[in-house]
Nanobody, 115 residues
Framework: QVQLVESGGDLVRPGGSLRLSCAAS????????MGWYRQAPGKERELLAR???????NYADSIKDRFTIFRDFAKNTLYLYMTNVKPEDTAIYYC?????????WGQGTRVTVSS
C-alpha cells in the first residue's frame, strides 16, 4: 500500500523558515516523481515544486527564490525547505506521488504564517 506522510507544518511568523517532510513507503519513492502542492482556503490546489526519479527539479515562479525541494533517496523522504515565508503561504501542504498508472496524496500538513 502506498503511504505518504507529511509533517513539519506549524505556526510561523512572516520572514521565518520551516522544513516540511514527506515520508514515503517502500518502492514508490524510487519509481515515481514526487512533488509538493498546497491549497489555501477558497483556492485550487497548486503545484509548488517537483522532482522526478532522475533528480530533475521544477519550481513554481511564486516560490522558486524562497523554497527548495530536496529528495533523499536513501531515507525515502521528500523535503521542502521554506524561507522568508509570507502570510500568503498559509495553506495545507500536500505531498504527491504520480507513478505511471497512479496518483497518490498524503494527508497534508498545515502551515500558518501570521504575526
Amino acid at each position: 500500500q502506498v503511504q505518504l506522510v507529511e509533517s513539519g507544518g506549524d505556526l510561523v511568523r512572516p520572514g521565518g523558515s520551516l522544513r516540511l517532510s514527506c515520508a514515503a513507503s517502500g518502492s514508490i519513492f524510487t519509481i515515481a516523481a514526487m512533488g509538493w502542492y498546497r491549497q489555501a482556503p477558497g483556492k485550487e490546489r497548486e503545484l509548488l515544486a517537483r522532482v522526478d526519479v532522475n533528480r530533475v527539479i521544477n519550481y513554481a515562479d511564486s516560490i522558486k527564490d524562497r523554497f527548495t525541494i530536496f529528495r533523499d533517496f536513501a531515507k525515502n523522504t521528500l523535503y521542502l525547505y521554506m524561507t522568508n515565508v509570507k502570510p500568503e503561504d498559509t495553506a495545507i501542504y500536500y505531498c504527491n506521488s504520480d507513478p505511471p498508472l497512479g496518483n497518490y496524496w498524503g494527508q497534508g500538513t498545515r502551515v500558518t504564517v501570521s504575526s
